[in-house]
């Protein structure tokens, strides 16, 4: 096991030594940067693949966290974001993509106690992410735009310049 930390949940954890966590940090354009690291693991980039995979090819900006399954080789978790204007919605984006990635991971339990949601024992998983931003906002005492939750979890209105 080798330790792993989440630098905007503030959170700190054991994984595996084939796990891999990597922040990417900031891209210009979510659908490129996936083609891009897609191509450089040796899988196929084009819009088809990607959406079978799951991606949203039409979310450009905002964040964005992956899941590679490196068979015998472990798992491979990656994460990146559009640069933010308002550091409140930065706070959320990356905090709610870091809990994908402990999810992933299967550590949610011990996230859920550290910031005290444990009793949310049944959230969607997009849900739970939201929830997790939202209390790494909440401790810097910063305020999320008006309409930034659109009712659907995981899926954010993004304020422009
Ligand atoms: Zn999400």
């Given at each position: 096991?080798?330790?792993?930390?989440?630098?905007?949940?503030?959170?700190?954890?054991?994984?595996?030594?084939?796990?891999?966590?990597?922040?990417?940090?900031?891209?210009?354009?979510?659908?490129?940067?996936?083609?891009?690291?897609?191509?450089?693991?040796?899988?196929?980039?084009?819009?088809?693949?990607?959406?079978k995979?799951?991606?949203?090819?039409?979310?450009?900006r905002?964040?964005?966290?992956i899941?590679?399954d490196?068979?015998?080789?472990?798992?491979?978790?990656?994460?990146?974001?559009?640069?933010?204007?308002?550091?409140?919605?930065?706070?959320?984006?990356?905090?709610?993509?870091e809990?994908?990635?402990?999810?992933?991971?299967?550590?949610?339990?011990?996230l859920?106690?550290?910031?005290?949601?444990?009793?949310?024992?049944?959230l969607?998983?997009?849900?739970?992410?939201?929830?997790?931003?939202?209390?790494?906002?909440?401790?810097?005492?910063?305020?999320?735009?008006?309409?930034?939750?659109?009712?659907?979890?995981?899926k954010?209105?993004?304020?422009?310049?």
């Amino acid at each position: 096991m080798k330790p792993v930390y989440f630098e905007i949940l503030d959170f700190e954890s054991k994984i595996p030594d084939n796990y891999y966590y990597e922040d990417l940090g900031y891209t210009n354009n979510l659908l490129e940067k996936t083609k891009e690291i897609y191509k450089n693991l040796g899988l196929p980039n084009d819009n088809a693949f990607l959406k079978k995979r799951g991606a949203v090819i039409e979310h450009i900006r905002g964040g964005r966290n992956i899941l590679f399954d490196l068979e015998n080789d472990g798992l491979l978790d990656c994460m990146f974001y559009t640069p933010f204007s308002n550091l409140a919605v930065e706070i959320h984006t990356r905090g709610h993509e870091e809990a994908h990635a402990i999810q992933h991971f299967g550590l949610e339990k011990e996230l859920r106690k550290k910031l005290d949601l444990s009793c949310l024992t049944k959230l969607s998983c997009e849900f739970f992410c939201d929830r997790a931003g939202l209390v790494a906002v909440k401790k810097r005492r910063l305020k999320l735009p008006e309409g930034f939750f659109t009712g659907v979890p995981g899926k954010h209105y993004f304020p422009r310049d």
